[in-house]
């Protein structure tokens, strides 16, 4: 199985600061089409997950533009330009290379 | 509206089963790849398992292979997990999620969740 590990576990944050969260793979998700298959989710407090990024830049649909993922290979990043109070929650990177489809352990983002 | 909603989560003893629902609204089960993802309580999330549109292809978790089992209903617009065996490592919130398809595998709606507890 592909394992995803995420850093850091914990992320206080200044409104308006930028914020950035790590995923590395144990194996490259890199597809055949040239895609990774790397996606980032937030879970808000009390909510269902909610896509940000799918394959590995790309903004879901309704996601404001301060959130920005990049990476290859093995390393992925998501960004944050200036966080707002609304930010807050638990980001989740995903492999979608091969199944069993696998998490990261998860990033919780708190504002100071 | 795109939409799922999540249910059927109950207290179930070990050894016991039990059905999951998740019904689509706004979209085609025929046309989408669908998940289900589960959370124990206070943790992260973990992929049980996933059915290509044709309603017959599945995928699942070593976790729970060979007791879960996902089924559809397409005149109900509905999806299923059989959960047969249950054990108390299976209580979790389980969430039904459209798989975006034109994205790798990446989940464009979830559903609100529904519960099980195996005690």
């Known amino acids: 199985d592909i394992v995803m590990t995420q850093s850091p576990l914990s992320l206080p944050v200044t409104p308006g600061e930028p914020a950035s969260i790590s995923c590395r793979s144990s194996?490259?998700?890199?597809?055949?089409?040239?895609?990774?298959?790397l996606d980032w989710y937030l879970q808000k407090p009390g909510q269902s997950p909610q896509l940000l990024i799918y394959l590995s830049s790309n903004r879901a649909s309704g996601v404001p533009d301060r959130f920005s993922g990049s990476g290859s290979g093995t390393d992925f990043t998501l960004k944050i330009s200036r966080v707002e109070a609304e930010d807050v929650g638990v980001y989740y990177c995903?492999?979608?290379?091969?199944?069993?489809?696998?998490f990261g352990g998860g990033t919780k983002v708190e504002i100071k | 509206e795109v939409q799922l909603v999540a249910s059927g989560g109950d207290l179930v003893q070990p050894g016991g089963s039990l059905r999951l629902s998740c019904a689509a609204s706004g979209f085609s089960l025929r046309n989408h790849w669908m998940h289900w993802v589960r959370q124990t309580p206070g943790k992260g999330l973990v992929w049980v398992s996933r059915v290509k549109s044709d309603g017959r292809t599945t995928w699942y978790a070593d976790s729970v292979k060979g007791r879960f089992a996902v089924s559809r209903d397409d005149a109900k617009n509905t999806m299923y997990l059989e959960m047969n065996s249950l054990r108390v490592e299976d209580t979790a919130v389980y969430y039904c999620a459209r798989d975006a398809t034109w994205a790798g595998a990446a989940m464009d709606v979830w559903g609100q969740g529904t519960t099980v507890t195996v005690s």
């Open positions: 995903m492999q979608g290379l091969q199944h069993p489809l696998t």
């Open positions: 194996e490259s998700l890199r597809s055949t089409n040239g895609d990774y298959y």
